[in-house]
């Protein structure tokens, strides 16, 4: 089956996305690393958080629940810790 032109573009968009996020990740650590800028580390983790470690917990329902409330909970729990993360590297630019 041939794909359709959404279909290439989406895996297209999908590919620039994971190396924007890759690369906003290493500067970030970069940051933290080399300049001792602990905001790049906070931004570092926000991302990891809300894209790697939220679709890799998305992946398996646990504590017994059905894979729609496991993915409800998981998105509501990844969104905190992501905000939670931005608002500290906010006030560590400051």
Do not use: H
Request: no cysteine; hydrophobic share 60%.
């Amino acid at each position: 089956m041939e794909a359709t032109l959404f279909q290439r573009a989406l895996g297209y968009v999908s590919y620039g996305v994971t190396l924007v996020g890759v690369l906003a990740v290493a500067f970030g650590l970069w940051a933290w690393f080399a300049a001792g800028r602990t905001t790049g580390l906070a931004i570092a983790l926000a991302i990891v958080v809300a894209g790697p470690l939220e679709d890799r917990l998305m992946r398996r329902p646990r504590f017994g629940l059905a894979a729609d409330e496991w993915a409800k909970w998981v998105d509501q729990f990844t969104s905190l810790v992501f905000l939670l993360l931005l608002i500290w590297a906010t006030s560590l630019a400051l």
